[in-house]
């Protein structure tokens, strides 16, 4: 589980197709401190396994499966990415809970500055809309993010100049994909209200608004 609060802006070092996947290493120097062969870390959203842990390095396994959902499957070598270590106990929960599991890919469109502030603008297929809600929470590449506007296939999001300088919202492009991530709240309701009811109550959407779920 992780926060969506990114400690580091990584750089791939090595990319090898494998049969099956592909095997990355990416060069970083913050998230390796602490994490042994085995730990979790979230590389732009997507929870890895991290293997052959150095001091400036790590090493992870791509399933194929996950290379087509996610864009690490458009990785090259040099690419940045977002870095961020599985949450301990001791962890503060700066954002909200990010499982590192894609749930679909999104479209970089446009960054705005202001000041010292950015607005990015975020496309989303029509089948995500259902997870976001005005003033929700959302992950983009594994970045804790709060819904500002919200349109009919895009939202937006403000970003303040630590984001900006600690992730790769710098370096996209308009047009380059992203991670999606939902907020793992909205994908519990909506299976509780349309999965076929077990013994037991029956959930429903105006049991859920009384007890002040929705």
Known sequence: MFTGIIEELGKIAALNKTPGGAKITVAAIVVTGGTKDGDSIAVNGVCLTALDVREDSFAADVSEETLKIST????????????????????????????????????????????????????????????LVYKGSVAVEGISLTVARLEDDFFEIAVIPKTWEMTNFSKLAPGDPVNLEADLIGKYVERMLTAAPSAGEIITREKLKDKGFI
């Open 72 to 131: 690490l499957g458009g990785l090259k070598m040099g690419s940045f990415v977002n870095l961020e270590r599985a949450v301990t106990p001791q962890t503060r929960l700066g954002g909200h809970i990010v499982q590192g599991h894609v749930d679909s890919r999104g479209k970089f469109l446009k960054a705005e500055k202001n000041a010292d502030f950015w607005t990015v603008r975020i496309g989303f297929p029509a089948e995500f809309s259902r997870y």
